[in-house]
């Protein structure tokens, strides 16, 4: 064995590597599909029959206004806007 023989990094692809690939764009999906809950469920009639709603009357009040619609339907634009960003992330890495 000679003594100057230098350290070559193998070239073989880590096995984590299609792992984290993986789950990178399960995080892009499930923020996805958690955006476009938020943006679009709070403007649906459905939105109305929940437990919440009859459990305290203060907060019936605060979930029918229009003002805690749109800070959801925010959130789901800030979710929407994050999982793009990791989708293409994650086609960066790739």
Request: aromatic content about 18%; overall charge positive.
């Amino acid at each position: 064995m000679p003594l100057n023989m230098e350290f070559q990094p193998d070239s073989t692809p880590s096995p984590r590597r299609p792992v984290l690939r993986v789950l990178r764009y399960c995080f892009a999906l499930f923020t996805l599909e958690v955006g476009l809950f938020l943006l679009i469920f709070p403007w649906t009639d459905k939105w109305m029959f929940n437990y919440l709603q009859d459990f305290n009357p203060l907060l019936q009040e605060l979930w029918t206004t229009s003002y805690f619609r749109g800070a959801l339907s925010g959130l789901g634009i800030v979710n929407i806007y994050l999982a793009v960003s990791e989708f293409l992330r994650a086609l960066r890495f790739s």
